[in-house]
């Protein structure tokens, strides 16, 4: 098993950018699949980026040229640097770990992109 816990999250204005940290309870050195999945109001979960243990990328196409993934192991952490950012953004991001075929989630934190 593994808890996920999201921070970084907040008010931005359009043009800004925010970092999104993913901090796990255990090593993540083995974990296959570490992502960020994103849900806005009346809308379903969707994904925003992924990153393998090979450090294999990959973006939805909303997002792509404007955020980046990358993990630190040492640190047990996963990132998502969001720059850019557009009002269409505004959502609840979640962490997500895919472990031995069973998905984690973390309980979401809040990014609003408003002027």
């Known amino acids: 098993q593994v808890q996920l816990v999201e921070s970084g999250g907040g008010l931005v204005q359009p043009g800004g950018s925010l970092r999104l940290s993913c901090a796990a309870s255990r090593s993540i050195f083995s974990i296959y699949r570490m992502g960020w999945y994103r849900q806005a109001p009346g809308k379903q979960r969707e994904l925003v980026a992924t990153?393998?243990?090979?450090?294999?990328?990959n973006y939805a196409d909303s997002v792509k040229d404007r955020f980046t993934i990358s993990r630190d192991n040492a640190k047990n952490t996963v990132y998502l640097q969001m720059n850019s950012l557009k009002p269409e953004d505004t959502a609840v991001y979640y962490c997500n770990a895919l472990l031995r075929g069973v998905n984690y989630w973390g309980q979401g934190t809040q990014v609003t992109v408003s002027s």
């Open positions: 990153i393998t243990t090979v450090g294999s990328t």
